[in-house]
C-alpha cells in the first residue's frame, strides 16, 4: 500500500483493465463499460501501474419542475477487493464528480446499495424504490383495450412523447439522441407505441422476456409511458394478453409510475412489490441548481432558509425568491425560517417532501409552519420519479 496513489481519466489499455477490475469486484461482467466508452467518463485510480478503482460518470440532463438540470450520473463504481477499507471510494467518488462539475454539472444522481455510504458523503433518497410483479391473468381480467392501436418499433414521435411525459416528473433524464438504442441493444428491449385510430400515440412501452427453463417465460417491462388513463389501462391489458406465455408481469425497479392505475383497476389485490435500493440526489452547485429548475408559474413568494455548509460544520443563511416560475437563492444576514442540512436540501429539490409532516419527520426543523408549508409546496407541484437505470 506504500506505493504512490493517482487519479487519472481512462486511457487506453485502462478501459480493459477496469472492465477486468469491475468483473473480479461485482463477480460478474459489467457490460456497460464497454457500451458506454463514447460517451462516459471513467475515472480510475492507480497503484503501481495497476487500474485499483474507478467509476463511469455521465453527464446529462434530469427534469426538475419541468425544466432540465445538468446532472453528474454515476455508474458502475468499485474498488478491488484487496482495496478496501482504506476510504479509496470516497476519495474515488470526489474524483469522478470533479470533471463533471467543470462541464457543468451542478446536482448528481446514483443508485447504490450502499446507501449509508452515499449518506455520507451527501446524497439522499428523496422516495423509495419499488419493482412490481403482477399476475398476468389479474391484467387480463381487470383491463380493457378499447379501441387502441398497438405498433411495435420506436419511432421519432414515440421519443418526443417520451421527453414530454418526463417533463411531468422530477427526476427522468432527458435522454440523448444515444440512450434509447444503448438500452435496445443491451437489453433486448421490444418496444410498442399506443393511439387511437386516427390521433398521435399516447403510451410507449418497452419490455424485455425471461425464458424459464423449462416453458414459457416471465415479461420484464423496462419502460412504461402513457399520456392518460384510458392509455395506461389499454398498456396493461396489453400486457394480460401474453398470459399464454408468462404468468406474471414484472415492472423493473421504479418502472412503473407512481400512479394508482394499476392497483385501482386490478380486481384482485394480488400485485407484489419489492423494495430496491433507493435513488440518491445531491445537489453540488445550490443557487445554480436552484436558478436551473421550473417553479410554480403561480407561486411568489421570500422565504429565509439556512443549509448547512459544504464541510457539515456550520449553517449559511440563503434567501429562495421564486416568481412566476424562476427562482434565484442568494446569501442573506436574515435568520433562516426553515433549516435543511444538504442531505434535506435534496430530498426538498426533488420534491420528496409532500407535505409539512413528512418533513418534520425527516428532521426539517422550521421555526415557521407557513414558511415549511410555502417551502414544500414550492417543489410538491411535480412529483419524483426517476425510472432510467446508469
Known amino acids: 500500500m506504500s506505493e504512490q496513489l493517482t487519479f487519472t481519466p481512462a486511457r487506453g489499455g485502462q478501459w480493459q483493465q477496469y472492465d477486468e477490475l469491475a468483473t473480479r469486484a461485482y463477480g460478474h461482467r459489467i457490460g456497460d463499460i464497454t457500451h458506454l466508452r463514447d460517451h462516459a467518463d471513467?475515472?480510475?485510480?492507480?497503484?503501481?501501474?495497476?487500474?485499483?478503482?474507478?467509476?463511469?460518470?455521465?453527464?446529462?440532463?434530469?427534469?426538475?419542475?419541468?425544466?432540465?438540470?445538468?446532472?453528474a450520473c454515476l455508474g458502475d463504481g468499485c474498488v478491488a477487493p484487496e482495496e478496501r477499507g482504506n476510504?479509496?471510494?470516497?476519495?474515488?467518488?470526489?474524483?469522478?464528480?470533479?470533471?463533471?462539475?467543470?462541464?457543468?454539472?451542478?446536482?448528481?444522481?446514483?443508485?447504490?446499495?450502499?446507501?449509508?455510504?452515499?449518506?455520507?458523503?451527501?446524497?439522499?433518497?428523496?422516495?423509495?424504490?419499488?419493482?412490481?410483479?403482477?399476475?398476468?391473468?389479474?391484467?387480463?381480467?381487470?383491463?380493457?383495450?378499447?379501441?387502441?392501436?398497438?405498433?411495435?418499433?420506436?419511432?421519432?414521435?414515440?421519443?418526443?412523447?417520451?421527453?414530454?411525459?418526463?417533463?411531468?416528473?422530477?427526476?427522468?433524464?432527458?435522454?440523448?439522441?444515444?440512450?434509447?438504442?444503448?438500452?435496445?441493444?443491451?437489453?433486448?428491449?421490444?418496444?410498442?407505441?399506443?393511439?387511437?385510430?386516427?390521433?398521435?400515440?399516447?403510451?410507449?412501452?418497452s419490455l424485455a422476456t425471461k425464458r424459464h427453463e423449462r416453458h414459457g417465460a416471465t415479461v420484464v417491462v423496462h419502460g412504461f409511458w402513457a399520456s392518460s388513463q384510458p392509455t395506461a389501462a389499454a398498456m396493461l391489458a396489453f400486457l394480460g394478453r401474453h398470459s399464454t406465455r408468462a404468468q406474471s408481469i414484472e415492472f423493473r425497479r421504479g418502472a412503473l409510475?407512481?400512479?394508482?392505475?394499476?392497483?385501482?383497476?386490478?380486481?384482485?389485490?394480488?400485485?407484489?412489490?419489492?423494495?430496491?435500493?433507493?435513488?440518491?440526489?445531491?445537489?453540488?452547485?445550490?443557487?445554480?441548481?436552484?436558478?436551473?429548475?421550473?417553479?410554480?408559474?403561480?407561486?411568489?413568494?421570500?422565504?429565509?432558509i439556512e443549509i448547512e455548509n459544504a464541510t457539515g460544520d456550520g449553517w449559511d443563511r440563503w434567501l429562495l425568491h421564486v416568481q412566476e416560475g424562476a427562482a434565484e437563492i442568494a446569501p442573506t444576514h436574515t435568520a433562516g425560517k426553515v433549516a435543511l442540512t444538504r442531505r434535506q436540501l435534496a430530498v426538498w429539490y426533488a420534491g420528496g417532501y409532500r407535505s409539512t409532516t413528512t418533513a418534520r419527520m425527516a428532521g426539517v426543523r422550521a421555526g415557521s409552519e407557513s414558511a415549511l408549508a410555502t417551502l414544500v409546496r414550492s417543489t410538491t407541484h411535480l412529483e419524483p420519479w426517476l425510472p432510467d437505470h446508469f
Open 87 to 205: 476510504r479509496l471510494a470516497t476519495r474515488m467518488t470526489e474524483q469522478r464528480l470533479r470533471p463533471l462539475i467543470e462541464r457543468g454539472a451542478v446536482i448528481s444522481a446514483i443508485s447504490t446499495s450502499s446507501t449509508g455510504y452515499a449518506r455520507r458523503l451527501g446524497w439522499e433518497a428523496p422516495v423509495p424504490v419499488l419493482a412490481w410483479s403482477v399476475a398476468t391473468d389479474d391484467l387480463k381480467q381487470s383491463f380493457t383495450m378499447e379501441d387502441f392501436e398497438i405498433e411495435h418499433g420506436v419511432t421519432d414521435e414515440a421519443q418526443s412523447l417520451q421527453r414530454d411525459l418526463a417533463r411531468q416528473w422530477n427526476g427522468p433524464v432527458l435522454r440523448p439522441t444515444w440512450w434509447t438504442s444503448w438500452k435496445q441493444n443491451r437489453d433486448g428491449l421490444m418496444t410498442y407505441r399506443f393511439n387511437r385510430p386516427g390521433h398521435p400515440i399516447t403510451g410507449v412501452l
Open 257 to 304: 409510475p407512481p400512479y394508482p392505475t394499476l392497483l385501482h383497476g386490478l380486481r384482485h389485490h394480488r400485485a407484489t412489490a419489492e423494495s430496491w435500493h433507493p435513488w440518491m440526489l445531491r445537489i453540488l452547485d445550490i443557487p445554480e441548481a436552484v436558478r436551473l429548475r421550473g417553479w410554480p408559474a403561480d407561486l411568489n413568494t421570500n422565504v429565509p
Open 42 to 71: 471513467l475515472q480510475v485510480a492507480i497503484r503501481g501501474g495497476r487500474v485499483i478503482a474507478g467509476g463511469l460518470g455521465l453527464l446529462v440532463d434530469q427534469f426538475f419542475g419541468g425544466s432540465p438540470v445538468p446532472s
